[in-house]
């Protein structure tokens, strides 16, 4: 028997992969069959038109390319910029550094504006790169907007808006990974140029499609851009769209058919009322955390996340034994701590298919734990904090009123 195995179910509160619905597996139960045929570009072009709303964009142009979210990084820098382009980029914890690392390793300049980890992206640097660049150097603001690793959202909105003061053309390049279909995304009305996200995040589906969507702004400087690509190649896709095929090479036919019912089922609920329940979410999880007596690795409330909340634990404390400890006992898998945060944080992730009584759940099973490695946490106490505020928050779910 695989010793692996445990009575029940996994409880899956990492931050990504997240529980993937049953619609969704049922979806991509089946055969392959041959992408040149009419019902594989018949689906793709629905699903290019539905993954827009996603995004919130009537203007974009989508990229569904078999890849992860890296590959989606990738390919949003090397269709738009230039080796030796000026980038400024912004280092707030892990996933943010790792995109640093692969835009340096592709031969950008990378000004790098570094934060403490728990802290959001500083847009005062920002304000006065963009006032002393009168010569427009800078060619692209690249800035995560869920920073995973610390439970860190950044306010898109802001940097937009820091851009338009100062009347600057850079393109504006934004990992969504871990908040699109989650948190409120805003592409058209942010005026974001390329934006990328992660089926195994909020879409709920397995790893495997990295999402991109190109403002017409970014279609056009990937007609100049000088950066080596092939696989990634937006010429190719659009060539394809033109043609009506779609598809440059062989997609996975199995993900095509689970993101058309990943999205079903989001329009179904409604994204505002995916977002709501995001935030419904998030607030339970920070009070529990409140009423344990420990704190959120985020400094501020204006930078709460609402798919993953970083926990931080005392100094006597192994955050890596939290981990162990959930998987180990409870059948719950939690989030380590990474990099500069490691041993310090362990994050639980609420995002994706997933409802308040299955966070409840988590909670409890969290304080257990705690109570095992010998923090003093009152049994119940951040369950029945999450509880009172769900108990009048929740809504009646529609389709069964």
């Known amino acids: 028997m695989d010793y692996t195995n445990a009575p029940g179910r996994n409880h899956l509160f990492v931050p990504g992969p997240v529980n993937i619905p049953e619609q969704v597996l049922r979806a991509m139960n089946r055969n392959n069959e041959d992408y040149r045929s ?3 570009p018949a689906m793709t072009k629905n699903l290019l038109e539905d993954v827009k709303k996603i ?6 142009t989508p990229f569904l390319i078999p890849t992860t979210g890296t590959g989606a990084w990738e390919s949003a820098l ?8 000026r980038i ?3 280092l707030i914890g892990q996933f943010s550094l790792l995109w640093i690392d692969q835009q340096q390793r592709l031969n950008f300049d990378v000004d790098v504006v570094e ?10 640097i920002l304000a006065s790169k963009l006032a002393a660049d009168r010569n427009h150097s800078i060619k692209a603001i690249c800035i995560v907007h869920n920073e995973t690793a610390t439970g860190v959202t950044n306010n898109l909105s802001a940097v937009r808006k820091l851009l338009d003061d100062y009347n600057h053309p850079a393109l504006f390049l934004v990992d969504g990974v871990s908040s699109i279909c989650a948190l409120d995304f805003r592409m058209d009305e942010w005026g974001v140029d390329v934006a990328l996200t992660g089926s195994q995040k909020a879409l709920s589906l397995p790893t495997g499609l990295g999402i991109v969507c190109a403002s017409p702004k970014a279609i056009e400087a990937s007609k100049t851009a000088k950066s080596v690509r092939v696989f990634f190649d937006w010429k190719d896709y659009l060539k394809f769209y033109k043609m009506g095929t779609y598809w440059p090479y062989t997609p996975s036919i199995q993900l095509l058919y689970g993101l058309r019912a990943a999205l079903d089922l989001l329009f179904e609920e409604g994204l505002d009322n995916v977002i709501a329940r995001h935030s419904r979410l998030g607030k339970a999880t920070r009070l529990a955390v409140e009423a344990w007596g420990l704190k959120n690795c985020t400094q501020r409330e204006e930078w709460v996340s609402n798919t993953v909340t970083a926990v931080v634990v005392p100094p006597y404390i192994d955050s890596a034994e939290v981990v162990r400890r959930a998987w180990k006992r409870y059948n719950l898998s939690l989030g380590l701590g990474l990099n500069k945060v ?3 944080v362990f994050r639980i992730g609420h995002l994706g298919h997933l409802n308040e009584l299955q966070l409840l759940g988590c909670l409890s099973g969290v304080e257990m734990i705690l109570k095992d490695i010998g923090y003093p946490v009152k049994l119940g106490s951040g369950v029945a904090a999450a ?6 928050n929740i809504p009646m779910i529609p389709s069964r009123i």
């Open 115 to 124: 934060s403490e980890w728990g802290r959001g992206a500083n847009l005062d």
């Open 38 to 40: 009419p019902a594989i």
């Open 55 to 60: 995004f919130k964009t009537t203007s974009g």
């Open 88 to 90: 400024i980029s912004f």
């Open 387 to 392: 509880a009172a505020y769900l108990q009048n």
């Open 78 to 85: 090397t269709n738009t910029l230039s080796p030796g382009d």
């Open 342 to 344: 490691a041993g310090k």
